[in-house]
């Protein structure tokens, strides 16, 4: 992606981004994939039930916890799309079944206080995880960066007449918010038509107004 010299819109030009999409792009909702079974479902749950955002070198995920404290699933910022899963909890140990019973990961748990805790799993890889809401899969509801991008077209298109067939590309900030490049690919090069910085994570009384055309 360019250096992002051009435009940078505030929250007020998010709104106007998603208000004036004439093609509505839905906001992910995790999949509700019928989690395996577990063999032990009596161990103490270490994660609070809710939505839960989890930090890697590799992106971000959300992880949502059932209150049962033994299963869950998971969503992709990017994609919105995830996996159902079950795990057991002891002695800061973890094991996690993620779609199917037969794939397990066994892992570490560090828990800094009831709202963030350090994954680490047996392949190395860590996932820092902070507690942001109560919601569960079904009530909690973003926009992933494939939707994002769509959206940001959308508008483009329609402000500018739909000239140019356009693309765009989608980074999450370290503020939490996203923002999208809509550019021309000139195959030698990307020519950056407008930038645009926009909050995921709308609350539900809004997005139905945002998104209608």
Not at 75 to 99: I, K, P
Not at 147 to 160: I, K, P
Request: include cysteine.
């Amino acid at each position: 992606m360019k250096n992002r010299s051009p435009l940078l819109f505030a929250a007020a030009a998010a709104l106007a981004l998603l208000a004036g999409c004439q093609s509505a792009a839905a906001p992910a909702r995790p999949p509700v994939n019928d989690a395996p079974a577990v063999a032990d479902s009596t161990a103490a749950p270490a994660f609070s039930a809710g939505t839960w955002l989890a930090k890697s070198k590799d992106g971000e995920t959300y992880y949502f916890f059932d209150p049962d404290g033994v299963s869950g699933r998971t969503a992709s910022q990017e994609t919105g799309a995830g996996l159902g899963f079950t795990y057991t909890v002891q002695d800061g140990r973890g094991t996690f079944s993620m779609g199917s019973a037969d794939n397990t990961s066994a892992c570490t748990l560090e828990q800094t206080d009831a709202e963030h805790i350090t994954i680490k799993w047996e392949d190395g890889r860590e996932e820092s995880l902070s507690y942001i809401s109560k919601e569960s899969s079904d009530e909690f509801q973003f926009y992933s960066n494939d939707a994002l991008c769509n959206l940001a077209m959308s508008y483009y298109s329609r402000v500018s007449g739909g000239i140019k067939r356009m693309s765009a590309a989608a980074v999450t900030n370290e503020d939490g918010t996203v923002t999208i490049q809509v550019y021309e690919n000139l195959n030698d090069r990307n020519s950056t038509a407008v930038w645009y910085t926009v909050d995921r994570r709308l609350e539900r009384e809004r997005m139905s107004i945002l998104v209608k055309p």
